[in-house]
């Protein structure tokens, strides 16, 4: 861990609030507009480099549910490449937590979605893509020193291709 420290007004239950609020928010914009408006994250990082953004659908562990998150991505291939940083925080989020009991997800990128199968990279494929998403977004290097949790690269590809990757 570096010297870097995650910034105290960040652990307050109003900023949790209004993340929450800004997701739903967020989400419900994307999907009103075919991702023309939420389409980008411009915070932060995002400012000087904006990120794209893609909704991320898991099924709720707890409640069976559908779960959207608006989530930063990359592309590998044929995958989509998110990161479970949670802005540094020391647990996991929910999402997360979701698709590992339920490992089918959807991804909506514009309009339109896909049927994947996400896994948590291996330590030797999170190492090549981590440089590539500190790209895409650079805040994630200070969510990772902000933290003592190992944060989960997670890779969602189409389920032939998981299915391949499995044998």
């Not at 904006?50 to 959207?68: F, H, N, Q, Y």
């Not at 540094?88 to 089918?104: F, I």
């Amino acid at each position: 861990m570096d010297a870097r420290k995650r910034p105290d007004q960040l652990d307050s239950p109003v900023v949790a609030s209004l993340i929450k609020v800004g997701s739903r928010l967020n989400t419900r914009l994307y999907r009103a507009t075919g991702g023309r408006l939420g389409g980008t994250w411009r915070i932060g990082a995002g400012m000087r480099k904006p990120a794209p953004v893609c909704l991320l659908t898991t099924i709720g562990r707890k409640s069976g549910e559908a779960r959207t998150a608006p989530l930063i991505y990359l592309r590998d291939g044929e995958d989509f490449v998110v990161v479970a940083s949670q802005g540094g925080l020391p647990k996991h989020p929910a999402w997360y937590l979701n698709l590992r009991d339920n490992p089918q997800v959807t991804i909506q990128v514009g309009t339109q979605r896909h049927d994947l199968v996400a896994r948590t990279a291996t330590p030797d494929k999170k190492a090549r893509l981590w440089p590539r998403l500190v790209d895409v977004y650079a805040d994630f290097d200070d969510y990772d020193a902000w933290t003592e949790r190992e944060i989960p690269v997670v890779i969602c590809s189409p389920i032939t291709e998981a299915k391949r990757a499995d044998r």
